[in-house]
């Protein structure tokens, strides 16, 4: 039998855990305020088979989805995998059958007709559903009551991208759901799609545009006029693939790129502004407008975070890294406008922002981050290292008003975030944290802390019968949402 390969990918945090379990009633220490009522669903990968390419990434991995289900202070927990083509055919086959990270030309020729997609990365919700995404195709649509995979969601055929991202936007007062697709048209294309869903889910537009190269497009913004589109050079060519290559690669010398568009506008309304050189980022805070300035919050670093996305004659050094919150702005009024950068909070990544702040101006975001102070990271994660560490950082004058950490050897998953009813409540910050006992051995818990008091001890801590994968990101749905769910 095929074993998992002994790197950073699939060993310490990283084992595979691969056990599908429900547990009711986990024991609480501490109180769960009463007014927590809802779930935390969570995207973990977590590879079912051992990998036919020794290098493979956490980021492959069989998307498992994860939810604590919090009611009057009682936790429940259950994770499932999402019942991709994928998962099912390697299920069938007990082993791997797909190659390398993004790459259909290194799969069994059994399989090359079979959707690659691993649905890993993030679960949305909206208008009533649970989709499970991953941007490398179309999402699939998950039962939120048995966590059991309905199928793949295209919004009633209505989709015509081949893709759709794991970081859609939604209005907080219209309740659309804003979102894209890059490699819309397949393998390679340059096309994008830029689509809204209304309030009810149905998909009321989407176009296409061509981006100005084959960039991984992660994220993106959404203000109350505008979408925006930061691009970075970290990029894929067809014929690398075909000779067996990787699909990213980060191009130091390469433009980043800002589009700006009316977010009810056409996509020819689209204007590019270029930024600096062999910058990357993955993830975005929020954007905002002010008169006829957009900004742009961005996690940004001076290169790719990811080992994986170099180049052999460019490897990551990560003691050459830099980076940190930084906001990108363009007045829109200027014919001639060029892209403002400045720095406007510390270095990190995976942010929280609150749901109500989505595309308006605001204050404060929550950030998992690395202290060097508390030693080094537990190795784990999509990157390879995880964060120890979460900041609570005003974006209005870059003071970090609070950080929270538990001490060397633990790791910090992407928080969510609660609002509270009383007014004037900052609202919880819910969090997995991974304790790394020993290489190999690691324990699991769920922390509840007062969102504007993190570093105060947690209101309450649910430790995990079982180990977690470390998750890539996670979404809040209150117990009203639920019960809106289309599925019983
Ligand atoms: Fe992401």
Redesign the pocket.
């Given at each position: 039998m095929a074993r998992y390969p002994d790197t950073v990918q699939f060993n310490r945090l990283n084992r595979p855990v691969g056990i599908e379990w429900t547990a009711r009633n986990l024991e609480v220490q501490g109180t769960i305020p009463a007014e927590i009522d809802g779930a935390f669903f969570r995207a973990v990968p977590d590879p079912a088979h051992a990998p036919r390419d020794p290098q493979d990434i956490a980021l492959s991995g069989d998307g498992m989805v994860s939810r604590f289900r919090i009611e009057n202070g009682h936790v429940d927990h259950d994770i499932r995998y999402v019942h991709t083509p994928r998962f099912e055919a390697e299920r069938k086959a007990r082993r791997a059958l797909f190659g390398k990270y993004r790459n259909p030309f290194t799969d069994l020729p059994e399989v090359r007709t079979v959707d690659r997609t691993v649905s890993n990365?993030?679960p949305v919700w909206h208008a009533g559903r649970l989709l499970m995404t991953k941007e490398d195709g179309r999402a699939y649509e998950v039962n939120p009551h048995t966590l059991e995979t309905i199928g793949r969601y295209d919004f009633g055929g209505a989709l015509r991208s081949q893709t759709m991202t794991?970081?859609v936007r939604v209005d907080p007062v219209t309740g659309e759901m804003f979102f894209f697709g890059y490699e819309a048209g397949g393998l390679c294309t340059d096309d994008v799609a830029y689509c809204i869903a209304g309030k009810d889910g149905t998909l009321t537009s989407e176009q296409w545009f061509k981006q100005p190269y084959l960039s991984t497009i992660?994220?993106f913004g959404l203000t109350e006029k505008y979408a925006v589109f930061p691009l970075f050079p970290t990029l894929t060519d067809l014929e690398r693939l075909k000779a067996g290559g990787d699909h990213w690669q980060h191009e130091p010398d390469g433009d980043s790129w800002l589009g700006v568009m009316p977010r009810y506008g056409k996509v020819s309304e689209m204007r590019w502004f270029k930024g600096p050189k062999g910058v990357s980022a993955?993830?975005f805070v929020n954007a905002f407008d002010e008169g006829d300035t957009v900004h742009i919050d961005i996690c940004l670093t001076n290169t790719n975070a990811f080992p994986f996305m170099h180049r052999p004659d460019d490897p990551l050094d990560p003691r050459t890294m830099t980076g940190g919150l930084t906001r990108w702005s363009v007045d829109l009024s200027d014919p001639a406008a060029q892209l403002q950068s400045r720095l406007v909070g510390p270095p990190g990544d995976?942010p929280r922002l609150r749901d109500a702040d989505q595309g308006r101006p605001y204050q404060s975001v929550w950030l998992p981050c690395y202290d060097p102070r508390i030693g080094p990271p537990v190795a784990g994660g999509p990157v390879g290292s995880c964060f120890n560490c979460l900041l609570y950082v005003d974006v209005t004058t870059g003071a970090v008003l609070d950080a929270m950490s538990m001490g060397p050897g633990y790791a910090f998953n992407e928080p969510v975030h609660v609002p509270s009813k009383t007014p004037g409540h900052a609202g919880w910050i819910l969090a997995v944290i991974d304790h790394e006992i020993d290489f190999g051995h690691h324990e699991s818990e769920l922390v509840v802390l007062k969102a504007d008091a993190i570093s105060a001890p947690p209101v309450a801590r649910v430790k995990m019968p079982v180990p977690l994968r470390p998750q890539?990101?996670g979404w809040w749905v209150s117990g009203g949402e639920l019960a809106t769910s289309k599925h019983r």
């Open positions: 990365t993030t794991a970081h992660h994220d993955f993830h995976l890539v990101h």
